[in-house]
C-alpha cells in the first residue's frame, strides 16, 4: 500500500486503536503488511485488538475505495486471516527501531536486488 491508501489505512488503525484504549507507540504501513507496537490494555485479548483493526479497517476501506472490492483477487477480504504477535520485553526499543526504520530497508534491499540479475549468467 501506497500513497493515499497507506495515509488511509494508519489513520483509520490509529483511530480505532484509540476508541479501545490501545496505545500505538510504532506504526508502519507497508507495501503488503503492517507493522504496530502497541500496548493492549488488560480487558482486551491480542486477538480481540488484531480482529477488531481488521475487521473495522476494511469495512472503512471498502467504503471509501469501491474499486478495490471489483479485482477478483480482493474479493470481500482486505487484510489475510493470519497474524504475527510478540509481546516484547528487554528488546522493545530495537524493535521500534526496527518497525519505524523498516521501510527504508526494504528498499535499500530491493534497490540492491535490481542490480542483480539471475538469467545473465
Partial sequence: MEGKLAEFIEEKIRQISEWYSVEIEELKVMTDHVHIVCSIPPKLSVSE?????KGKSAIK???KKRYLKEK???GNHFWSRGYFVSTVGIDEEK?????KYQ??????????GKDYNLFER
Fill in 49 to 53: 485488538y488484531v480482529g477488531i483493526v
Fill in 61 to 63: 476501506v471498502f467504503q
Fill in 72 to 74: 477478483p483477487y480482493w
Fill in 95 to 99: 524493535i521500534k527501531r526496527y518497525v
Fill in 103 to 112: 521501510e527504508e530497508q526494504e528498499k535499500q534491499s530491493e534497490d540492491e
